[in-house]
């Protein structure tokens, strides 16, 4: 059996279209959409709306501004549109038409923090299946599929606004993890609490993993642990105890699935 796992797709719809070549399934782990481009400002939704150099102005900003300033400038580029949250729908919808047009078949899709998981049943084709919170079989081995991205703890979730990411209060997300069961792969976009896994070496931060993954891990000791959301970790991959977990890349850049073999 051979299944091809890619995560951080970001926009890129000519590598997805070619994702599953020579795979019996392909498994999306997330981050369909393309919000902020960091490498081709003109590209994604905020490039859409703005304009490369305004998203040059805000990219500089997130890596050396203050984080006062940086939602300032976001606040008047987002004052300049009549309804920017009806802008940001459009701009998604688009997306994804196009980004589940080129999936193939068959393909399992969960989504990532930077998705919006209940537009996803308006875009679904045949033989492609949701299988966030659920436990499928796939040749023979048991899936377990958890989505989405985590809150710092404390923060509550907004409700509203122009753009809501599908982040995830800690309970919710852990609720979800319980629920998986008797699996020997693990899926998620988030990836498992260890620090080498979490850390990204390129914006020299630390994002949320969970400890919840870690203790499934450490009590079912399923094959893999397999994830994304980290665009350049410090590891891509480590081992706890019978799991090799593994970052399955960045494939926007990369445009290369993670091939899985059994």
Excluded at 77 to 94: F, G, H, K, Q, Y
């Amino acid at each position: 059996m051979r299944v091809h796992v890619v995560s951080d797709v970001h926009g890129n719809a000519d590598a997805l279209a070619r994702a599953g070549d020579g795979a019996d399934a392909l498994v999306v782990l997330g981050d369909l959409i393309d919000f902020v481009d960091y490498h081709e400002h003109g590209n994604g939704i905020l490039g859409t709306l703005f304009g490369a150099e305004q998203v040059s102005t805000f990219a500089r900003l997130r890596r050396e501004g203050s984080r006062a300033e940086t939602v300032a400038f976001s606040r008047s580029l987002w004052a300049t549109l009549s309804n920017p949250a009806a802008a940001v729908d459009e701009a998604i919808r688009e997306q994804y038409a196009t980004l589940f047009g080129a999936l193939t078949a068959p393909t399992y899709a969960l989504p990532g923090n930077v998705d919006a998981p209940g537009l996803w049943p308006e875009f679904v084709g045949p033989g492609v299946r949701l299988v966030d919170g659920r436990v499928v079989e796939i040749g023979g081995l048991r899936f377990g599929f958890v989505g989405g991205g985590l809150l710092p703890d404390g923060v509550v979730p907004r409700r509203g606004g122009i753009w809501r990411p599908y982040l995830r209060a800690r309970e919710e997300f852990d609720a979800a993890v319980a629920t998986l069961s008797g699996i020997d792969v693990l899926c998620s976009h988030v990836p498992p609490a260890l620090p080498e896994l979490t850390y990204d070496v390129v914006a020299r931060r630390a994002e949320i993993g969970s400890s919840a993954l870690l203790e499934l891990i450490h009590g079912e000791q399923p094959r893999w642990s397999l994830f994304g959301h980290v665009h350049q970790p410090l590891a891509a991959r480590s081992r706890s105890g019978r799991t090799e977990c593994r970052n399955v890349g960045h494939f926007k850049q990369t445009a290369r699935p993670y091939v899985l073999r059994w």
